[in-house]
C-alpha cells in the first residue's frame, strides 16, 4: 500500500489518496470519521479544533461499504476556508493587491519549518512553508490510518495507544488487562492517560503551561496485539519492520524520538536482563516470557505485542515568543504566534497509532497478498497455525 497526502493548513482542503488496499475489506465513513474526531480531542487543544468539525467525504475505492482494490480518495474539508479565501487562494494577484491580500510573512518562528523551508525552496513570503508543514496534515495521516487499522482489525490485529508522560509528569500504573480497557480507558480521560491520577497532574502541568505563555511536551506509547511471528525481514536494512515502523513515529510533527520494549533503559542494565527468554506450549506454541524488546527481533516480529514509545517535543509556537530574525531586515523581533495549543500529546498519540497501523498492515499485504481480504485472511491464519507447529 502506498499513500499521499495533499493540502494546506488553511486551503480548501485535505486528500489522500490510498492505493493498493484489498477488495473486500468493510470500510464506511463512520469508521474514519471515528479516529478524526480522536484527534481532535485531548486537554489542551487550541481554538482551532473549536473551528474544524473534521469528517471525511470518501470520494472513490469503496461501493456499498467495501472496498473495491481500487485507489480510495479521502476529503476532509477545512472550514476555516471561508475566512482565507483571499490569503490562499490559487489564482494570480496584481502586484498592487499584493501587500493587501498576501500578508507576507518573513519572520521564522523557532523550532517550526518556517526558515529552513524558506531556503529550500526560495520563498520570501514563509506562509507558503507553515501552510504545509503544519501538523494539520496528520488529519488525513490519521484517516489514512484509520482505513489500516480496519484491515489490522480483520485479520484479528488492534491497535491502541496512550500517553505515558505530559511535562515531567509520568503515569506510574499503565497497567491493563487488554487492549480494549486501554481503549476505553483512554477515552475516558482528557489526556489519554491510564493512570487517572497522573493524568490531574498532566491536565494542572498543561493548564500551567498556558497560564506562563509556555507549550509542553510528552510520550505516547502504541501497542499492538495479534501481529504474527516473521512479519518483516532480517534480510536487507530497508525491509526490517521495526526500522519502517521507527520512521513512521519519527515522521510524526514535532517527534524527536523513538524506542521499542523498555528502549534506551537496555543500554543501562545487562543483557541476562534484556533478552527475552523463548518459552513453548502446546497451545500457544512459541512465545517469550518477557517482552523487553517490545516485540521484535532482528527487524521480524516475535509474535508478542509490539511496543513503541515516541517523544513530541515541546510545540514551538509561544505566547511567551522565543527570538527570531526577520529574513528581509535582518534584524531581531519576538516570533508570531500562529496556533495556541499548550499541549498535543494527546493528540498524537492518535496519529501515533495510525501510522504504526499503516506500516503493520503493509507489511502484512507485503508478506500475505494483496488483492482479497479473504484470501489474506486464509494465509495469515495458515501463517499462525504453522507458527504453532514449527
Known amino acids: ?91 494570480p494577484i496584481s502586484d498592487e493587491e499584493e501587500d493587501e491580500i498576501k500578508r ?23 506562509r507558503n512553508v507553515l501552510e504545509r508543514s503544519s501538523a494539520r496534515e496528520t488529519t488525513v495521516r490519521v484517516a489514512a490510518g484509520a482505513v489500516a487499522k480496519k484491515l489490522l482489525a480483520a485479520l484479528d490485529i488492534h491497535v491502541a495507544g496512550h500517553v505515558l508522560e505530559i511535562g515531567g509528569v509520568r503515569a506510574t500504573n499503565s497497567t491493563y488487562s487488554n487492549l480494549e480497557e486501554v481503549k476505553r480507558k483512554t477515552e475516558e480521560s482528557p489526556v489519554r492517560c491510564l493512570d487517572d491520577e497522573a ?64 528502549g534506551f533503559e537496555a543500554a ?44 513530541m517535543k515541546p510545540i514551538p509556537t509561544l505566547y511567551k515568543p522565543l527570538k527570531s530574525v526577520d529574513i528581509e531586515t535582518k534584524e531581531e523581533f519576538a516570533a508570531s504566534i500562529e496556533r495556541s495549543d499548550s499541549c498535543a500529546v494527546p493528540a498524537a498519540s492518535v496519529v501515533a497509532e495510525a501510522v504504526v497501523a499503516w506500516e503493520l498492515a503493509n507489511a502484512i499485504l507485503e508478506q500475505f497478498g494483496q488483492d482479497r481480504i479473504d484470501f489474506i485472511s486464509e494465509n495469515v491464519a495458515k501463517m499462525r497455525e504453522y507458527s504453532r507447529e514449527f
Open 1 to 91: 500500500m502506498r499513500y499521499l497526502t495533499a493540502g494546506e493548513s488553511h486551503g480548501p482542503q485535505l486528500t489522500t489518496i490510498i492505493e493498493g488496499v484489498p477488495a473486500g475489506l468493510p470500510l464506511t465513513k463512520e469508521d474514519i470519521d471515528f479516529e478524526l474526531g480522536r484527534r481532535q480531542k485531548g486537554h489542551g487543544r487550541g481554538r482551532r479544533m473549536q473551528i474544524e468539525k473534521d469528517q471525511v467525504q470518501i470520494a472513490s475505492g469503496v461501493r456499498h461499504g467495501k472496498t473495491l482494490g481500487s485507489p480510495i480518495a479521502l476529503v476532509v474539508e477545512n472550514n476555516d476556508w471561508k475566512h482565507w479565501t483571499k490569503i490562499m487562494g490559487i489564482e
Open 104 to 126: 507576507k510573512i518573513t519572520r521564522p518562528r523557532p523550532g517550526h519549518a518556517d526558515l529552513n523551508g524558506a531556503i529550500k525552496y526560495g520563498h520570501r513570503d514563509m
Open 268 to 311: 543501562r542494565i545487562p543483557g541476562s536482563r534484556v533478552h527475552d527468554e523463548i518459552i513453548w506450549d502446546k497451545e500457544k506454541g512459541y512465545s517469550r516470557r518477557t517482552n523487553n524488546l517490545g516485540g521484535f527481533e532482528g527487524g521480524m516480529t516475535t509474535g508478542m505485542p509490539i511496543v513503541v514509545r515516541g517523544v
Open 199 to 262: 493524568g490531574l497532574e498532566m491536565m494542572k502541568a498543561i493548564d500551567q503551561a498556558k497560564e506562563n505563555g509556555d507549550s509542553i511536551g510528552g510520550i505516547v506509547e502504541v501497542i499492538v496485539e495479534g501481529m504474527p511471528a516473521g512479519v518483516g525481514s532480517y534480510v536487507h536494512y530497508d525491509r526490517k519492520l521495526d526500522a519502517k515502523v521507527a520512521a513512521a513515529i519519527m515522521s510524526i510533527n514535532a517527534f524527536k524520538g523513538v524506542e521499542f520494549g523498555i
